[in-house]
């Protein structure tokens, strides 16, 4: 098992920045890919941003040149610097990390953390 604990999330106001984390302990293995995904209230989660183990970086269009996703592969932690927030970037953040255990592929969820973008 891997446990994932996000932090950073809060309130700003909208053009503002929040810095994210999220700290993943356990069972790691080396191939891995981690990221965030979002949801706001009465959506559904979508993708925000991923990096894996071979440093192949995506994001979602929304986001593309205003966040950046990072790691310490040490502290097998990621982060996502979000930059020139925005109301519609208000939602709940979930860290992930989806790692090869030698056998098959392991999903793992943080529980969330608030982003709320005021104008």
Known sequence: QVQLVESGGGS?????SLRLSCAASGS????YAMGWYRQAPGKQRDFVAT???DSTIDYDDSVAGR???SRDNAKNT???????LRPEDTAVYYCYRRQYNGQKWDEFWGPGT???VSS
């Open 78 to 84: 990621v982060f996502l610097q979000m930059n020139t």
């Open 51 to 53: 990096i894996t183990s």
């Open 114 to 116: 608030q982003v709320t």
């Open 12 to 16: 700003v106001q909208s053009g503002g």
């Open 67 to 69: 966040f950046t996703i």
């Open 28 to 31: 790691i293995f080396r191939s």
